[in-house]
């Protein structure tokens, strides 16, 4: 048998054989992800490092430094535009990443989060809660009224049946569940299935807008019924797109996936690869809490590059940077690393509590694309 200290040798061994076998990317995130706090029971046992964030790229104080003359760090240089009227900074080794610090106005961020939780998640577009419930009608407003989500009272016996029964696409578009504001307990209630609102928002990770995506054949479906666009977001897309496009080319938005994060949440590292031209960006606009952000390489093999994103930052990824790594290993909710104070503010009236008491806790991650 071990003693204690061959035991924690043993340990640190394995733990550093482990380490080895991850990609670089894959350490990375490891690195930068929320340390969670174990129960008070088990806390004598935890071991605390101090965080060191000091090597991730700060945009702002990037920003900021190249307004006031000082220099920059080495590997960044400011983008020219013409015809663009806001800093575009760039990393050397990872050409066709683009950064707009700063990009969206409060107000502007303001309405994005809203049009987020109220009318990006509403049918026709799909949610990861269509699946399991069909299609779910004024989420926000249920939870704004305290409703609870019911799975309706038919069976197969009393539905006629409808064009393509039994297919996935027509029971997707079928509604099995609805909002009310009491649920009924009868003698027949194991069959009555229940959750409350805000559990459905809390636990909404993602909304498709225009084509619709496919997740489980990781293709855009064009037989899946849609809406476009809202015109206001192409329009933001279309401009925040140009440092990014081919000269005297304008970006097309066609799809948008909408992420949601919660506390403890993050996206691993992976290429968004089904779009068709790869020359033209992605536009990914950042909303509510502080994120850190990973672009490797091409290969997982290659050492990411950490940076904040902030609410209202604008990313743009296209060229080589479509066949780079990337991902977000972490947002920022405890009071020490929160920076949206003003946003916060932003939802002050009363009939706001709903949406200040989302944003404090979490993030909102709109990237608009051009599909073909």
């Not at 924690?8 to 929320?34: I, P, V």
Request: net charge negative; hydrophobic share 35%; with cysteine.
């Amino acid at each position: 048998m071990y003693g204690s200290s061959e035991t924690s040798a043993a340990t640190s061994a394995a733990a550093a054989s482990a380490d080895a076998e991850r990609t670089a990317f894959r350490r990375a995130e490891k690195r930068y992800k929320l340390n969670r706090t174990l129960p008070h029971k088990f806390r004598k046992k935890q071991t605390h490092r101090n965080e060191d964030l000091s090597d991730v790229i700060d945009f702002h104080s990037v920003l900021e430094s190249f307004e006031h003359g000082s220099a920059i760090p080495p590997g960044i240089f400011k983008h020219e535009c013409r015809g663009f009227n806001r800093p575009v900074f760039c990393f050397e080794e990872r050409p066709g990443f683009y950064f707009i610090p700063g990009a969206l106005t409060d107000e502007q961020q303001g309405h994005w989060i809203r049009e987020s939780l109220v009318s990006f998640p509403q049918p026709p577009n799909r949610t990861n809660h269509t699946t399991t419930y069909g299609p779910i009608f004024d989420l926000f407003d249920a939870v704004q009224n305290n409703k609870v989500l019911i799975e309706l009272g038919m069976t197969s016996s009393n539905v006629e049946p409808t064009p393509g029964e039994g297919d996935d696409k027509s029971d997707l578009n079928s509604q099995r569940y609805s909002f009310s504001q009491y649920v009924m307990i009868t003698n027949n209630d194991d069959s009555c299935k229940s959750v409350g609102a805000s559990v459905i928002l809390r636990k909404l990770r993602w909304s498709t807008l225009g084509l619709q995506f496919d997740w489980s054949k990781r293709n855009y479906d064009v037989s899946l019924p849609h809406k476009k666009i809202p015109d206001a977001l192409c329009l933001v897309a279309k401009k925040m797109a140009v440092p990014a496009m081919p000269n005297g080319e304008e970006f097309r938005p066609e799809a948008a996936i909408v992420n949601y994060f919660g506390p403890g949440d993050m996206l691993g590292g992976h290429l968004d690869d089904m779009e068709k031209d790869w020359s033209k960006p992605i536009v990914s606009i950042s909303l509510g809490c502080k994120a850190i952000f990973l672009l490797g390489g091409k290969s997982r093999e290659d050492m990411p590059i950490a940076m904040f994103l902030r609410s209202g930052d604008i990313v743009l990824m296209a060229g080589e940077a479509r066949e780079c790594f990337h991902g977000v290993p972490r947002i920022f909710t405890d009071s020490e690393h929160i920076d949206n104070q003003a946003l916060i503010s932003y939802f002050s009236n009363e009939s706001d509590l709903c949406f200040r008491d989302y944003i404090k806790t979490s993030r909102i991650n709109i990237n608009i694309r051009q599909v073909n």
